[in-house]
């Protein structure tokens, strides 16, 4: 069974569907939307290995004509080069502004492949098909686009909203554990945010038989999540406000990763996990959280196998609040030189926050880099 969201954006609305099997309906679902029915389909070496056939034989059946271009997969593709390179490959494939852009695979080529799309002929249509439990609830949704610099991550790109996202229950199962347990993180946020019963769902088993191969609990959980983050762009497209409440954890983990190089020490998830606890620890240093709800978080996240301190970095190198805190005046949210947090009045009750002083952070990252 498929069930279908809206992204109430007006002229530039569109469905999420959620479901098992939607990759061999892709053609028949992605057909009524072309102007021109032709695509090209972007994806990396992973996904095109366990998935691409099945994709191109729903676009052949439909009569929609494809190519594309297979990338590496990793953190390091979100770049300047593997951009340009992607740019040159549509235009040397003749795409034109009828033709539409299909990112097929994780939040990486879902970032990279959006921003391409909007800037490719000054914009042509694009979709987000995306093959990870983190592109599924997080970043296939909402239009965010861009690459990473050497300055930091996501400083490059634009909103960009999809045609239509379709996220199909059954390639989970190709994910490797890791992966998987990284995407749950983003999963866990959706409750921290504003929905404490979520998180009191996730808590009892349901995040676990999600991670087990559950394919009741896979749904719920993705389509709880779409729906939060629908409601959510809906009202504040741009980031304007509420949006930003979405990025809890992230300021923490942008900064984690550039620490580690964005590479495979630490996966984007497994950042926000981290992340999210410091979150919260800063809140209850503050005096606005109860220590039992961190506490609750971080047993949750332990008991998932989500990371809960600090992993070793590469080539011996080692962690740095000093370094870390140099990060965070790098962050998209910085405005008039102050960094502005997502924090918690408890579980379900995230806010945002400018004033936190430097000392306040400072500390928080100098006991979890110690506790290692």
């Known amino acids: 069974m498929t069930s279908v969201l809206s992204v109430a954006l007006g002229e530039r609305s569109y469905d999420i569907h959620v479901g098992a099997g939607l990759l061999a309906k892709a053609g028949a679902l992605i057909r009524p939307l072309l102007s ?13 290995a366990l998935h691409l056939e099945a ?35 549509m235009l040397e494939a003749r795409c034109e502004r ?41 970043s296939s949704v909402g239009g965010k686009t861009g690459i990473n610099t050497r300055q930091g991550k996501n400083l490059v790109g634009s909103f960009y909203q999809p045609r239509l996202v379709l996220a199909d229950i059954d390639v989970l199962s190709t994910l490797a554990p890791r992966d998987l347990r990284s995407g749950y993180a983003e999963v866990v946020k959706y ?14 088993k349901n995040g676990l038989a999600l991670l087990l191969g559950n394919e009741e609990a896979r749904t719920r959980a993705v389509l709880t999540s779409c729906a939060a983050k629908a409601r959510v762009v809906a009202a504040d497209e741009k980031e304007g406000g509420q949006r930003a409440l979405l990025n809890l954890g992230h300021t923490f983990a942008h900064a984690l990763e550039a620490e580690g190089g964005y590479g495979e020490a630490l996966q984007h998830g497994e950042a926000v996990a981290i992340g999210m606890l410091m979150a919260f620890d800063l809140s209850v240093r503050m005096g606005l959280c109860p220590a039992g709800d961190l506490a609750r978080l971080e047993a949750h996240l332990k008991a998932l196998a989500l990371p809960v301190t600090l992993p070793p970095l590469p080539e011996g190198r ?16 910085v405005k008039d030189g102050k960094v502005t947090f997502v924090l918690a009045r408890g579980i379900g009750q995230a806010f945002l926050c400018r004033d936190v002083e430097r000392a306040q952070v400072l500390a928080v990252l100098e006991d979890w880099v110690a506790r290692r």
């Open 98 to 138: 009828g033709t539409t852009i299909v990112a097929f695979g994780g939040g990486v080529i879902g970032d990279l492949t959006g921003f391409a799309a909007s800037i490719l002929l000054r914009g042509v249509p694009f979709i987000q098909i995306p093959t990870t439990l983190l592109s599924q609830v997080d």
């Open 191 to 204: 409750g921290l945010i504003d929905d404490p019963d979520f998180f009191a769902w996730l808590e009892q």
């Open 36 to 48: 021109t029915p032709r695509v090209f389909v972007v994806t990396d070496e992973t996904v095109a």
């Open 55 to 89: 994709l191109k034989d729903a676009l052949d059946g439909a009569g929609i004509e494809n190519h594309g271009v297979v990338l590496p997969p990793g953190e390091q593709t979100k770049d300047f080069a593997h951009l340009e390179s992607l740019l040159d490959a």
């Open 318 to 333: 080692a962690w740095s609040a000093p370094a870390l805190l140099g990060h965070f005046a790098k962050d998209k949210k």
